[in-house]
């Protein structure tokens, strides 16, 4: 037998203790979620901001202590149930259970997956294959997307995106040298280039993309990132014959062209009509144009069959972007990206082997072009896979890709299929209470429905339901500040949880719907939904509800 330090002696027994101590908190958490009043009350917050350490003990609290006072002191002052099933705020999805368990698991081996040394782990290889599941999910072929990498959420993917693109661009414009490399270069100036020389053409998009192109060096300022208009009678579709005008003026000027393209739009979880991202990746292969596509939630839209439309040409784009951590239900944080040039990455993020330092080295050479013999194309070998730190921002990073797998495997497609559906069926339910309720207009567009009135029909696109108080209401359009105080009524019940946001330059009210736990099979009883009727009924009515269990 191995010797054991005394150090690691006493480390096991405070562990051991302590351990009982947080798998009954996590499990009565677990067990009574859906009875948990969502927000700490005042008192807890001010309670647990009062106990906040001044300064650092110079003896340690020890293991015991230290999580006791978390438990006791520190953890009633936050959010109680964002994760539960009706925290309807922003878009934040919950954690499956096996994804919240494997979550532990991976702090057990706090593996820092950054290197390839596939002779001694197979974390690099169990993080591919993880990424190759994703695209199953979504039947997307795996060889689309050669390029691939979790991030730390949606934003980190929109700047890989970003960066993608603008070294894409400036290595094919016709004002540079052939493969200009900004990474290696930096900002490049040569006579004939457009000032600025590279723009972004999007609608609606989300606001992590000023963000990204903050951070990359394109700029985020309107002349930057211009909207290009809606379709008359679709809000949430580009006017195709003005973004082709758009792209052959820059294609003729030779400026990049990045199209950034949303599918699942954040205040009203819509899609445009028809053909859109298929038309728009048409439209960008013959312009020369990057096509970007933001899916971090809506991506995952499809799974329900009669949404299947809207993300079938996710497959066209040349950079992808989606969250683990919001509809597919697995912990902060995780964030998904594709690209379909495999080397887009590395020509940024790998440093020409002469600067590379020698200690991140993973010691052998790719086989081949990446792609196995195997049995499914784009499936890839652990040989080849390149280190994650030389596809993405991070050196250091978590064992991301082991909550991922969990969930995945544990509900398979169907299971998530599941989710997806209850959850828009949800959003459904409410919206049709909304719209046949005096107290309330539902806002949500439909394409079969005139734009700046459109109070009906309760069709709801996907998982968002978007409204505010009706004039009848204790709060109406007409005072400014009604979208708010409906907002903070509503979540003082503490059983339900919204977010204010503006649509159409109105302050209006959001509820989404991501949760693993919410809605019932069609037709069947729904526990939440019935909540969620009666406060906004007795909210609507201008009464006060308190939470009750
Ligand atoms: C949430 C969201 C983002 C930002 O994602 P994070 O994971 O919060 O960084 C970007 N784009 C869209 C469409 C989103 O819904």
């Known amino acids: 037998m191995l010797p054991i330090s005394d150090h690691s002696k006493q480390a096991n027994a405070a562990f051991t203790s302590t351990l009982d101590t947080v798998i009954k908190h996590v499990t009565d958490r677990h067990a009574n979620l859906h009875a948990t009043a969502i927000l700490p009350t005042g008192e807890a917050i001010a309670q647990t901001n009062a106990s906040l350490p001044v300064s650092l003990p110079a003896r340690g609290l020890g293991t015991d202590g230290a999580i006791s006072y978390l438990i006791d002191s520190i953890l009633p002052g936050i959010l109680q149930a964002q994760n539960g099933p009706r925290y309807f705020g922003f878009v934040v999805g919950g954690v499956t259970p096996a994804a919240q368990l494997a979550d532990m698991l991976a702090t057990s081996y706090d593996e820092n997956v950054q290197v390839n040394l596939h002779q001694q782990t197979a974390s690099t290889a169990i993080e591919q294959r993880t990424l190759e599941l994703v695209l199953d999910l979504l039947d997307i072929d795996r060889s689309k997307f050669m390029g691939r990498t979790l991030t730390t959420g949606a934003t980190a993917c929109n700047v890989l995106g970003l960066a993608c693109a603008r070294d894409y661009l400036y290595a094919h414009s016709p004002h540079l040298p052939s493969s200009y490399s900004y990474a290696q270069d930096g900002p490049p100036s040569a006579p004939g280039l457009p000032s600025p020389p590279i723009i972004i053409l999007s609608l609606h998009p989300h606001f992590s993309i000023q963000k990204a192109s903050a951070l990359v060096g394109l700029g985020s300022s309107s002349r930057i990132i211009q909207t290009v208009p809606p379709q008359a009678h679709d809000e949430l579709a580009f006017d195709l014959d003005i973004l082709e005008g758009r792209l052959r003026e820059e294609q003729a000027v030779g400026r990049g062209v990045i199209v950034v393209y949303g599918v699942g739009e954040v205040n009203t979880g819509s899609f445009g009509n028809g053909q859109g991202l298929a038309d728009v990746a048409a439209l960008c292969r013959t312009h020369g144009a990057w096509l970007h596509v933001d899916a971090a939630f809506g991506g995952f839209a499809g799974l329900m069959p009669e949404l299947r439309d809207h993300t079938k040409h996710m497959d066209q784009a040349d950079s992808l972007t989606l969250d683990g951590h919001k509809w597919l239900n697995v912990p902060y944080d995780c964030g998904i990206f594709y690209t379909k040039h495999a080397s887009a990455l590395t020509n940024i993020f790998q440093p020409p082997s002469a600067s590379a330092p020698a200690y991140l080295a993973s010691g052998s050479a790719p086989s081949s072009a990446g792609v196995t013999d195997s049995a499914i194309a784009g499936t890839v070998n652990a040989a080849d896979v390149p280190s994650p ?161």
């Open 389 to 549: 730190l030389f596809v993405g921002l991070e050196n250091s990073r978590r064992f991301r890709a082991l909550p991922l797998l969990a969930s995945l495997l544990s509900l398979g497609k169907e299971g998530y299929q599941d989710i997806i559906t209850r959850n828009v069926l949800f959003a459904r339910k409410v919206a049709a209470f909304l719209s046949t309720s005096p107290s309330y207009d539902l806002l949500n567009p439909t394409t079969s429905h005139p734009l700046p009135t459109a109070q009906t029909p309760a069709i709801i696109p996907s998982n968002i339901v978007l409204f505010r108080g009706s004039s009848d209401s204790p709060f109406p359009p007409s005072d400014p500040a009604s979208a708010a105080s409906l907002t903070s009524r509503i979540n003082g019940s503490s059983r339900m949880y919204v977010s204010a946001t503006r649509w159409r330059g109105e302050a209006c009210v959001r509820l989404a719907v991501s949760n693993y736990l919410t809605g019932s099979a069609e037709g069947g009883p729904d526990v939440d939904f019935d909540i969620v009727r009666e406060v906004l009924e007795r909210v609507g009515r201008g009464e006060e509800v308190k939470f009750e269990r």
